[in-house]
Nanobody, 124 residues
Framework: VQLQAFGGGLVQAGGSLRLSCAFS????????MAWFRQAPGKERELVAG????????YYADSVKDRFTISRDNAKNTMSLQMNTLKPEDTAVYYC??????????????????WGQGTLVTVSS
């Protein structure tokens, strides 16, 4: 399984970006998916997650009401729409895949497959 994250870039505070994650296999619908991020000097943290069928989502408090996670099982892709970006959102963003569960796993070690990361820089 391979995941490829893309869509990062430089944006001013208050702006928007849309990240996408491409999943290499048609078994995409069998995985819970998530976006993590890691800022310099900080641990990798869960930003948002979505269950295999899209029936449940999770957002970190820091991004709630600003970010929206979605998936298209027909196209084997997942997205993260990020609005009202803040300088503290600056980080490398990673997409990750987990086995299907009723709840969205919160820790890095729960996720089996990872994309290479895409850098998001928000200037003030």
């Amino acid at each position: 399984v391979q995941l490829q994250a893309f869509g990062g870039g430089l944006v001013q505070a208050g702006g928007s970006l849309r990240l996408s994650c491409a999943f290499s296999k048609r078994t995409f619908r069998s995985y819970n998916m998530a976006w993590f991020r890691q800022a310099p000097g900080k641990e990798r943290e869960l930003v948002a997650g979505i269950t295999w069928g899209g029936q449940r989502t999770y957002y970190a408090d820091s991004v709630k009401d600003r970010f929206t996670i979605s998936r298209d099982n027909a196209k084997n892709t997942m997205s993260l729409q990020m609005n009202t970006l803040k300088p503290e959102d600056t980080a490398v963003y990673y997409c990750a895949a987990d086995t299907p569960r009723d709840l969205i796993a919160r820790t890095v070690s729960d996720y089996e497959f990872w994309g290479q990361g895409t850098l998001v820089t928000v200037s003030s």
